[in-house]
Nanobody, 121 residues
């Protein structure tokens, strides 16, 4: 199984920046892709950004395009979400989600516990 631990959430002023991290650990053969989602109170979960574990392609949600970037460090088994020009509407709990291959060769998904981002003056 894979355990995901997110960090980096904080209270930040509008226009500020934050960098979220998600580190994977546990017993698995490989990671296929990792995705950042977010969910604000009373709202549906929203796709933020995704990245496959190989290649240079990234996927960015429309509401954060041009402000957020996603990167990964394969050696550290980590994915990062660099957030800039933050807006109050970016306030949410941010979750890391991974699809991986376990030791039996089966594909599975797992989630982190979430990290809170609050954008407010």
């Amino acid at each position: 199984q894979v355990q995901l631990v997110e960090s980096g959430g904080d209270l930040v002023q509008p226009g500020g920046s934050l960098r979220l991290s998600c580190v994977a650990s546990g017993s698995f053969v490989n990671i296929n892709r990792m995705i950042w989602w977010r969910q604000a109170p009373g709202k549906e979960r929203e796709f933020v950004a995704g990245i496959p574990w190989s290649g240079n392609t990234t996927f960015i949600g429309q509401s954060v395009e041009g402000r957020f970037t996603i990167t990964r460090d394969n050696t550290k088994k980590a994915v990062f979400l660099q957030m800039s020009s933050l807006k109050p509407e970016d306030t949410a709990t941010y979750y890391c989600n991974a699809e991986a291959i376990d030791l039996s060769g089966r594909r599975f998904e797992t989630w982190g516990q979430g990290t809170q981002v609050t954008v407010s003056s």
